[in-house]
């Protein structure tokens, strides 16, 4: 068995900063202790003082384009992406082409992804008006879970979330967790008239917020909790971008008896509607960037405990589709790479400790998924792993960047901090700029209870 002994690391994990010693024997964590010696016999040893080491990223929601979209990204260039950014397993939206709505759909992605992730997968069953009793066959202990996300840009119902009688029959039904988009569209469509009578075709990118505006997301996100409580149904709400959302949320249950789980995106945590005028629409996302407020809002929420997690909505799309007039230019952009290490910037300015974005990255997503043996630093575990160095300035340059789509809202931006190594199953698959590329993830595993 191949035995690798990370020496001398700081480590963070489940709350606490120290230094210690790590052995991976093959996938998994054998031993953590301070200054161990290395056991006989073929041992690769790294030498990691000065570097901390955290429990991998694990981002919830991610759109990888594959099948059907791949002039935008796919599997094995997405995921190579989310490795060198410190994510190790990540679970895919539904949006791809044809849309996955059927169990048959849905394994195939999984057999995608065996033969070219670098990272642990798994797939949401996508969920529409017309596929309930599909729905509801999925293995709760081999799939994520169920999402409407994304799906809305090809269907003509529309967010599943501005469909009450649907979500009464979903939540009354459904035992799965529920990933849910949430904005009312009929909001939407007012303030997009309005802007349309003064402005036609020529909508500034700067006015996305007011049109999908905070009033759209708490409309739909108060809706969707109230028929979710009603049937005490296990709901996950999607990139909430507003202050007002999160006061709908409880922060008095472990995260691990919630019901209702909310997330927090990481653009949403650091672009406000001011970087409008210098990014325009590659920061143009669904829901939207919103203002100063939210984002601060957004920030406190997750030190008042009412925001669960942080995830990435890493949608690349390509330079060309983001360009053009407010209705040409496509919305979501490509994160995964830079996610990390943009939350470390958060980090250095004060907004988050460490613990925190390990708790809302990796700890927290493991137990609102139940996911087996992954999310934390702990003996018996699997070897999911990020080496960071916290002082190493470096600038994401374009030919840094790995996104099939070849560009990022971060391009010239200088960063404080690096990810050094990625190790996911034991395998060292990230090790300063380079790859092994003989190595797959695993499709990521639930406990059906704890
Ligand atoms: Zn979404």
Redesign the pocket.
């Known amino acids: 068995m191949n035995k690798t002994l990370i020496k001398g690391a700081t480590i963070v994990n489940e709350g606490e900063i120290k230094i210690a010693d790590v052995l991976i024997a093959g996938e998994r964590i054998e031993k953590i202790a301070s200054s161990m010696v290395a056991p006989i016999g073929n041992i690769k040893t790294i030498h990691a003082e000065g570097l901390f080491l955290i429990p991998g990223m694990i981002d919830d929601q991610v759109h990888f384009r594959e099948p059907g979209l791949t002039h935008k990204g796919n599997i094995f260039s997405e995921s190579r992406a989310a490795v060198a950014g410190g994510i190790t397993s990540y679970m895919d939206m539904p949006n791809t082409n044809p849309n996955t709505t059927t169990l048959a759909l849905l394994e195939e992605k999984y057999q995608l992804a065996a033969n070219s992730s670098f990272a642990n997968y798994s797939f949401f069953m996508g969920i529409n008006k017309n596929n309930l009793e599909e729905s509801l066959k999925i293995n709760n202990e081999t799939v994520c879970g169920l999402s409407d996300?994304?799906l809305y840009f090809d269907n003509q119902d529309g967010l599943v979330c501005n469909h009450p009688d649907y979500l009464d029959k979903l939540f009354s039904r459904a035992d799965a967790l529920i990933a849910l988009?949430c904005e009312d569209e009929s909001i939407i469509e007012k303030n997009l008239w309005q802007f349309k009578e003064k402005y036609g075709n020529e909508i500034p990118v700067e006015y996305h917020h007011l049109i999908r505006d905070e009033q759209a997301c708490f409309t739909a996100t108060q809706r969707v909790l109230e028929i979710a409580k009603k049937h005490n149904a296990r709901l996950h709400i999607?990139?909430v971008s507003t202050e007002k959302e999160t006061t709908l949320f409880d922060n008095k249950i472990l995260v691990n008896q919630k019901r209702i789980t909310a997330e927090v995106c990481v653009h949403h945590l650091w672009f406000s509607d001011k970087d409008y005028k210098t990014q325009g629409a590659f920061i143009k996302w669904?829901p939207s960037i919103k203002s100063e407020t939210d984002k601060q809002g957004l920030l406190q929420a997750l030190k008042d405990n009412k925001l669960d997690i942080i995830a990435t909505?890493h949608a690349p799309h390509t330079m060309e589709e983001k360009t053009g007039n407010y209705f040409q230019s496509k919305s979501g952009g490509p994160l995964v790479q830079h996610a990390l290490p943009i939350l470390l910037e958060l980090y250095h300015y004060n907004n988050i400790s460490l613990q925190e974005i390990v708790r809302r990255t990796s700890h927290n997503v493991a137990e609102i998924y139940r996911i087996k043996d992954r999310g934390y630093l702990r003996e018996g575990y699997y070897a999911d792993l990020v080496l960071l160095d916290l002082n190493k300035k470096w600038t994401a340059n374009q030919d840094s960047i790995l996104y099939k789509c070849g560009w990022s809202p971060f391009t010239d931006y200088q960063f404080k901090s690096k990810v050094i190594g990625t190790f996911v199953n034991g395998t060292h698959v990230f090790d300063n700029g380079n790859f092994n590329n003989t190595q797959h993830g695993q499709r990521l595993l639930f406990e059906k209870e704890r």
């Open positions: 996300d994304g988009h999607l990139h669904n909505d």
